[in-house]
T-cell receptor, first 114, second 115 residues
Framework: ETGVTQSPTHLIKTRGQQVTLRCSSQSGHNTVSWYQQALGQGPQFIFQYYREEENGRGNFPPRFSGLQFPNYSSELNVNALELDDSALYLC???FGEGFTGELFFGEGSRLTVL | QQQVKQSPQSLIVQKGGISIINCAYENTAFDYFPWYQQFPGKGPALLIAIRPDVSEKKEGRFTISFNKSAKQFSLHIMDSQPGDSATYFCAATPNGGTSYGKLTFGQGTILTVHP
C-alpha cells in the first residue's frame, strides 16, 4: 500500500507566475484535501475534492483552484502568485464513505515566491 | 468562530516528564478532535483523536482530556521521550463523512524533550 506522494518537493516562483502542485492519493482513497502551512503555523484548509467534485472550500480566493482525476490523484493550481503564497502545501487523502477520521498527509510541496 | 486556539507555542520537558498541550474552540458544530504530530520535513500524522461522547481517551503514553462545557481539550504525554520531540497540532471538525477532511488546526506546539 503506497502512501500519499506529492510533487515537486520544492519550487521557486516569482510574483505573478502560476504554479501547479500534484498529489497522488493513498491507494483506495477517493477524497483529497489540500492545506497551506505557513512557516510556524498550523495547516489551513484550502479545499477538498470528493469523487472529482469540489466538496468544500476554506477562506482562499478563486485563484486557488484544483482538480481531481478519475484515479483520484489531484492538482492544486495557484494563479497570480503573491509573496504571501510562500508556504508548505500539504495534500491529505482519505476514504469518504464510512470514514474513520484519519487523514493521511503527504510530505508537502514547499513553494517560495520571490 | 472557526478558530482553534492552542497553547503553549513551545514546551521544554525533561525525559520522563509529563507534557501538556491545551486547545480551546468556539464552534459548537465541531464534533471530532484529533491531534496530529509533525516531524521536520514530514507531513502531519494522526496521533490520537476523541469524540465528545467521552471525556478521556488513552492510547499508550498519550491521553486526550475533553471538557465539552468549557469547549477545551488537552493532550497529555506521559513519560515523555526525546523521540517525542516534534510539533503537535490540535484540530477540530464537524463529524461525519468527508467533513473529517476539513480540519481546523491550532497554531501548533513545538515540544522539545531533553535527555
Amino acid at each position: 500500500e503506497t502512501g500519499v506522494t506529492q510533487s515537486p518537493t520544492h519550487l521557486i516562483k516569482t510574483r505573478g507566475q502560476q504554479v501547479t502542485l500534484r498529489c497522488s492519493s493513498q491507494s483506495g482513497h477517493n477524497t483529497v484535501s489540500w492545506y497551506q502551512q505557513a512557516l510556524g503555523q498550523g495547516p489551513q484548509f484550502i479545499f477538498q475534492y470528493y469523487r472529482e467534485e469540489e466538496n468544500g472550500r476554506g477562506n482562499f480566493p478563486p485563484r486557488f483552484s484544483g482538480l481531481q482525476f478519475p484515479n483520484y490523484s489531484s492538482e492544486l493550481n495557484v494563479n497570480a502568485l503573491e509573496l504571501d503564497d510562500s508556504a508548505l502545501y500539504l495534500c491529505a487523502s482519505s476514504f469518504g464513505e464510512g470514514f474513520t477520521g484519519e487523514l493521511f498527509f503527504g510530505e508537502g510541496s514547499r513553494l517560495t515566491v520571490l | 468562530q472557526q478558530q482553534v486556539k492552542q497553547s503553549p507555542q513551545s514546551l521544554i520537558v525533561q525525559k520522563g516528564g509529563i507534557s501538556i498541550i491545551n486547545c480551546a474552540y468556539e464552534n459548537t458544530a465541531f464534533d471530532y478532535f484529533p491531534w496530529y504530530q509533525q516531524f521536520p520535513g514530514k507531513g502531519p500524522a494522526l496521533l490520537i483523536a476523541i469524540r465528545p461522547d467521552v471525556s478521556e481517551k488513552k492510547e499508550g503514553r498519550f491521553t486526550i482530556s475533553f471538557n465539552k462545557s468549557a469547549k477545551q481539550f488537552s493532550l497529555h504525554i506521559m513519560d515523555s521521550q526525546p523521540g517525542d520531540s516534534a510539533t503537535y497540532f490540535c484540530a477540530a471538525t464537524p463529524n461525519g463523512g468527508t467533513s473529517y477532511g476539513k480540519l481546523t488546526f491550532g497554531q501548533g506546539t513545538i515540544l522539545t524533550v531533553h535527555p
